[in-house]
């Protein structure tokens, strides 16, 4: 019995220690990670800059290079993934798309992106519409959505 | 620049908005109208002054109305086969004003105003990537004179002519929000608002007519590198200075003539640092409004004119729960030609400092110190009160603003905050208050509001 104990001692001090020389590996195992899908029929684009980024997820940059409109998906302000793709990926808060939506929404000077209710929703709807973009953590992705690098 | 044609400005017809099928089937929107409507109805019936003990009574009903409301979750809008996207949104605000002396929007003194409604619809349609088409219509209940503003708020076509990663240019015509400062362009909406009330000193109340949207085009540009954000706004129309508030906070009183816009100029410059941590922007306008007289002096005034030209710095910092605000503006008023006495060339000063605190998802507070100067050379009224025997507290206000929110939902927000003022600046001549000699330096003000969006 000691010897379970001990086991299991020794594996739970060796995920501590992991945990604080790697954080991200134990924090966020990779497949949970949000990352940016797009529909993969119609969007060809491999690579998105920073910048572009942050333009088509604050609504600025509404079509792609061939002039195709963009949709943009998103998950309520209030989703743990939203909340990772927001603070890790596009470098900002929740509370900051969202003001920057509504005085966009308010003035009449741009629209909000799609809200969807899961993540279920965005991939199916990011895989249907065409022109379509979203995030999604990485072990939910399928044929119909890929997977887009940024610099 | 030559006015637009009424037809493009009138109000659409409201039904088409109000339907709840319609709502529902094309929008996906879970709101009961009935439930909307009987909220409306509630308040409606709530007019004028309301003794203090029904306060209660009323927040209880309005407590269990956001209870059963929060059950309602907005659905996603649909978009169409063709590319095309049409959203709506909207906006419901009622607040309740409650001051020691002096009214603010109604009977506020005796046992508190519910005179207070902001409600707003508004939809967009995008028939292409680089063509939109949107519209706003709000309804407004702000105290004496303000009873049932139906306006449209704006209704503009938006045309981007270059869009690219880094580069944005586009021009937008119709009747368009004016934007300056952080605040003005979506001033009317409770949830865009750090406050109940809006800084005072630069988004005065009693000057909103003509600062909320003007008829003409204007032009605007983006520029994105790695170091930040830099966008540009500048525009030409005539904005709304047909109303009595315009003439009173030019004139003072309402004379038998009316005042009346001729073409002005926006522009605002902005720059946005690692992704919005650091917020600066640079607003300036030059607003022209007229004054046509009725009578001959001296029954009334001359023809004169009022040129107005703020310039406006603002500065923003924001971190993960703390965000820090500041505006300052200069306000240059030119006016010439309206008679003795009341041809003037000042220069007002205004300025506050705010901080926001974001507690978690839902609660957050804000703490602000507000200042008000008519006229810089003049600080504390002095000269006025001597020139035009007025009090000369009606020339400033200084205001001590500590306020609290907490966010129900996506949807619902409940807000109360309590001001410190010294100083009657802001204070409407004859509407709330019909002799400015009962007008009290030192006023508190209690104010709580409840917001639904969707």
Redesign the interface.
């Known amino acids: 019995m000691i010897k379970r104990y001990l086991k299991r001692l020794i594996i739970v001090l060796a995920y501590y220690l992991i945990g604080v020389l790697f954080p991200c590996a134990v924090a966020m195992p990779a497949e949970n990670r949000p990352v940016v899908i797009v529909n993969s029929e119609t969007v060809s684009k491999l690579l998105l800059s920073q910048n572009a980024l942050s333009a088509i997820f604050g609504m600025r940059l509404r079509k792609w290079e061939d002039g195709s409109p963009i949709k943009v998906f998103v998950l309520p302000d209030d989703n743990l993934l939203h909340v990772e793709f927001s603070k890790y990926i596009l470098h900002v808060f929740p509370y900051q798309l969202r003001a920057a939506w509504d005085r966009l929404v308010f003035s009449g000077t741009g629209e909000e992106p799609v809200k969807v209710m899961s993540e279920q929703q965005m991939r199916d709807l990011v895989g249907s519409t065409p022109g379509a973009i979203g995030y999604l953590r990485g072990s939910m992705i399928d044929d119909t959505v890929k997977a887009i690098a940024f610099e | 620049m030559t006015r637009l044609k009424p037809s493009l400005l009138s109000n659409p017809p409201l039904s088409t908005f109000f339907s709840s099928q319609t709502l529902y089937s094309h929008f996906k929107i879970n709101v009961p109208q009935t439930l909307l409507n009987v909220l409306i109805v509630v308040f409606e019936r709530h007019r004028g002054s309301f003794p203090l003990k029904h306060l209660l009574s009323k927040m209880f009903v309005i407590g269990v109305l956001i209870l059963v409301l929060s059950g309602f979750?907005?659905?996603?809008?649909r978009?169409f086969d063709l590319?095309s996207?049409v959203?709506a949104?909207g906006?419901l605000t009622q607040g309740y004003f409650l001051t020691t002396e002096n009214r603010i929007f109604g009977t506020s003194d005796e046992g508190g105003s519910f005179d207070y409604i902001e409600a707003?619809l508004?939809g967009?349609w995008?028939p292409?990537?680089?063509l939109?088409l949107?519209?706003?219509v709000l309804f407004r209940r702000a105290g004496k004179g303000h009873e049932h503003d139906v306006e449209l708020d704006?209704g503009?076509v938006?045309y981007?002519v270059l869009?690219?990663?880094?580069y944005?240019l586009g021009v937008?015509l119709g009747r368009?929000?004016i934007?300056f400062g952080f605040y003005n362009?979506?001033r009317?909406?409770l949830?865009?608002r750090p406050t109940i009330l809006l800084p005072q000193s630069i988004y005065a109340d009693a000057q909103r007519d003509l600062s909320l949207s003007a008829d003409g085009g204007l032009v605007?540009g983006?520029y994105?590198?790695?170091w930040g954000?830099l966008t540009f706004e500048l525009g030409m129309g005539i904005p709304r200075g047909k109303s009595v508030d315009t003439e009173l906070g030019i004139l003072g009183s309402d004379w038998p003539g009316r005042t009346d816009s001729k073409r002005s100029y926006v522009g605002r410059l902005g720059y946005d640092m690692?992704?919005?941590k650091y917020r600066v922007a640079l607003s300036s306008a030059w607003v022209d409004t007229r004054y046509q007289p009725d009578r001959l002096p001296p029954d009334d005034l001359s023809s004169g004119k009022d040129i107005f030209t703020p310039i406006i710095i603002s500065a923003q910092y924001?971190l993960?729960k703390l965000s820090l605000t500041t505006e300052y503006a200069l306000r240059s008023v030119k006016d010439s030609g309206f008679g003795e006495g009341f041809d003037k060339d000042i220069v007002g000063e205004s300025y506050y400092l705010q901080a926001e605190y974001?507690f978690d998802?839902h609660w957050q507070a804000v703490v602000r110190y507000d200042v008000f100067y008519s006229d810089r050379k003049d600080r504390n009224g002095r000269k006025f009160e001597a020139l035009f025997n007025s009090p000369a507290h009606t020339q400033f206000a200084k205001d001590w603003t500590i306020g609290i929110r907490y966010h129900l939902n996506?949807s619902f927000l409940v807000a109360a905050e309590y001001h410190a003022i010294d100083g009657t600046a802001w204070i409407v001549p004859l509407q709330d208050n019909a002799n400015l000699s009962t007008l009290n330096r030192y006023w508190n003000l209690f104010t709580l509001a409840v917001g639904y969006r969707f």
């Not at chain 2, 979750?73 to 809008?77: I, K, S």
């Not at chain 2, 869009?163 to 880094?166: E, G, I, K, V």
Request: net charge negative.
């Open positions: 979750e907005v659905g996603p809008a978009a590319g996207t959203q949104h906006f707003g508004n967009s995008a292409m990537s680089d939109r949107a519209g706003q704006f503009l938006d981007t869009s690219t990663a880094d944005r937008r368009v929000k934007p362009e979506t009317d909406v949830f865009t605007y983006e994105q590198n790695n954000n690692l992704g919005g924001n993960e974001r998802d996506q």
